[in-house]
């Protein structure tokens, strides 16, 4: 096969090699790895570059991160925040506000590698969607995690987290750990298609909000070239984000902080009309 | 057919969006009060699990306390660890068991220096002010010193402040004569020491949260 010569969109696709059709996944899940192992590096090797956790974490014995969502719901509970913390949370707030807040789910949070596997594992077995609760339930369940840390004075959802409690049984020692984990991956396998990522989790919905303005977005880019194959829908953990972007009139730039910038649809598109772009300084073709 | 179709659909789909808002609000306070009653329940832990020095009480520090392991990482002697999901503690709150590993009272207490909350308290700056708890002889009839079936000092010998937090009293009762160890508990810091080093087999002094025992009293026995 050769590829188009003219400058016209390519009508068939063009088989591209397949570390290009699966790119943006493997840098995403080096990336999770690779930062899951920054954290390992001290308790197995003894390298501290890292210490603590995604809740809070020293880097380099200098530098403090920590969540913003579990910092907040601190402050709520117990009205008092130190420095440090709010330091940290700034600092990763944002990087988020830049780069796009649910760029957490993709390409940090541990849970994501277990969704995906029970997404990829339902695909295969042909499982119908399941449970549809409305995508608003996350937010709902956000500000539930808010009220109950101002009402109780207690940082009630981290008693369930599967974000952090699955981080930490890593880091720190599985424990029952191991049962959150399974949880998570036989709801989204057998309840609820993409449920616990797409339509619960009450971090991924704070991260939403968070990255709403962010800069660096996908846009289809090369939208006329699209052949309504439907690839991207099907791989996409957020579709509903795409089809403004793809079949609307307006803009070219998918705006909604659902899209966890996972480039996905980078990687699938077989006419390549996809691309990261930045927002504000964006120029459709042409 | 209609003669306003748009604005009774849109009508219509107010009224499905309002419908729906509720049944996710009515959904999630369920599950809100679920959380709470359980956090309720997650309030209380196992008398032998102790918080770090300078934690805040109890209540304050299950809000303050992000579950970092920050002072996990920083305690030079493995003490404390993080309680993990199906514990009896508040998964991810750092605590210590003095029979395993007793804190060693560090003089920099590198603890509540690691803490990036206000969970254990920066005004602690002198370990001999920490409360993580405080030791109870309640072995009086296991104790070898007491019971007179040796000269045991264990405890006594292993306090960081021995002669201070812990003395051996002498006694005399019908003509027996024996030490009993004997905890003063404004001076006690809860470190577990003695109960990690007590020669009996199931500890005979413990430490025990200071909510448990009484303020009013200065000392066991005397
Ligand atoms: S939605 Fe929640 S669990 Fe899923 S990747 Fe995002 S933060 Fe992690
Ligand atoms: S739109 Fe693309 S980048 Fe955004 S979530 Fe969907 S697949 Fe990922
Ligand atoms: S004072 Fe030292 S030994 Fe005790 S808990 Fe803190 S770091 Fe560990
Ligand atoms: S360092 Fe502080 S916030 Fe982190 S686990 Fe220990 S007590 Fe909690």
Redesign the interface.
Known sequence: MSAPTSSEPATAPVTRPWWLRQRWLLLRRASQFGLLGLFML?PWAGI?WA???L????WFDLV?L??PF??LQ?WL??G???S??LL?AGLIAGFYWLVGGRVFCSWVCPVNVITDAAHWLRTRLRLPPGWRP?R??RL??A??CL???T??????????NPV??VQ??L???????W??MLAVFLFDLLVSRRGWCGHLCPVGAFYGLLGTASPLRVAAHAREACTDCGDCFEVCPEPQVISPALRGSGTRIVVSGDCTNCGRCIDVCPDDVFRFAQRYRYRPPG | MADHPTSRNFAADRRRFLA?GVQ??G???L??ML??S???Q??SRPVSALRPPGALPE??F?????????C???CPYDTL??A????PI???TPYFVARDIPCEMCEDIPCVV?C???ALDKNLTDIREADMGVAVVTGTDTCYSITGVGRCTGCYDACPIKDEAITMELKQEGGRVYFVPTVHREQCTGCGKCEADCLYPEAAIKVLPRALVRHDVGSDFV
């Open positions: 001290g501290w210490k603590g956790n809740a809070a974490s020293t403090p920590s969540d579990i910092v601190s509970a117990v008092a925040v130190t440090t913390a940290g409305q608003s339930l709902w369940l500000a539930m009220v109950a840390a009402l109780t004075g207690s940082l009630v959802w981290e008693l369930v952090t409690l930490r049984a880091v720190f020692g599985v424990g029952a750990g049962t959150v | 729906r996710a609000a959904a999630v306070s599950v809100g959380l709470a359980h956090a309720e997650a309030r209540d304050e299950l809000g303050a306390c992000v579950r970092c392991g920050l996990v990482r920083d660890r993080l993990s999901f199906g514990e508040a998964p991810g690691a990036p909350t206000t």
